[in-house]
């Protein structure tokens, strides 16, 4: 089994900023993607940003220029650096694990993390 433990969610006010971390344990031999999904109040989840086992990355287009999607593959963690946060970002955030393999030889699964709240408000 894999676990995925958030941390870095709070208060901040408009315009400061946050880092999310997530750190994925467990049985792991290799990880495709990891990313950052949000789901507001009311509203559906949604993607903020992905990074690949390579460094592609991938931002929906409401946080481009101002968020940053990093990763460490050696710690299978990923980071999700946020500047001139706006109250629109207001939000549970998840973190996602995807194309998770245990063994060299096994199938994929992905997994989700418990979430992290991060409120945007002065």
């Known amino acids: 089994q894999v676990q995925l433990v958030e941390s870095g969610g709070g208060l901040v006010q408009p315009g400061g900023s946050l880092r999310l971390s997530c750190a994925a344990s467990g049985s792991i031999f290799s990880i495709n993607a990891m990313g950052w999904y949000r789901q507001a109040a009311g509203k559906e989840r949604e993607l903020v940003a992905t990074i690949t086992s390579g460094g592609s990355t991938n931002y929906a287009d409401s946080v481009k220029g101002r968020f940053t999607i990093s990763r460490d593959n050696a710690k299978n963690t990923v980071y999700l650096q946020m500047n001139s946060l706006k109250p629109e970002d207001t939000a549970v955030y998840y973190c996602?694990?995807?194309?998770?393999?245990?063994?060299?030889?096994?199938?994929?699964?992905?997994?989700w993390g418990q979430g992290t709240l991060v409120t945007v408000s002065s």
């Open positions: 996602n694990a995807d194309r998770v393999k245990y063994t060299r030889f096994s199938g994929y699964v992905e997994f």
